[in-house]
């Protein structure tokens, strides 16, 4: 079974770091994009940066200077490294991927099951 499972939330006070760590893992051939996602709550899920299977990244402007996307291949895996937090960063954190099935060559997205960063003031 394919999932994606996140590590590395927790409580930080402001202007500290975090890093996340999403592994996949399951029958895949290979990842194309993946992405980091966050929730506040009362608030839409929004998109917080993305990274393609060459290394292309796009992050949001509100964390733009201060969050790191990057990608480890053989290991399946994305991170999210995230420096002089603020409290407005308070949200679960998922993860997403377009994941290729082996065989049939299909993309498929997934989700994580969201990690809590919860930043102090």
């Known amino acids: 079974q394919v999932q994606l499972v996140e590590s590395g939330g927790g409580l930080v006070q402001a202007g500290g770091s975090l890093r996340l760590s999403c592994a996949a893992s399951?029958?895949?051939?290979?990842?194309?994009?993946m992405r980091w996602y966050r929730q506040a709550p009362g608030k839409q899920r929004e998109l917080v940066a993305g990274i393609t299977s060459g290394g292309s990244t796009n992050y949001a402007d509100s964390v733009k200077g201060r969050f790191t996307i990057s990608r480890d291949n053989a290991k399946k895996t994305v991170y999210l490294q995230m420096n002089s937090l603020k409290p407005e960063d308070t949200a679960v954190y998922y993860c997403n991927a377009d994941l290729v099935s082996p065989g049939s060559w299909r993309v498929y997205n997934y989700w994580g099951q969201g990690t809590q960063v919860t930043v102090s003031s």
């Open positions: 399951g029958s895949i051939f290979s990842i194309n994009a």
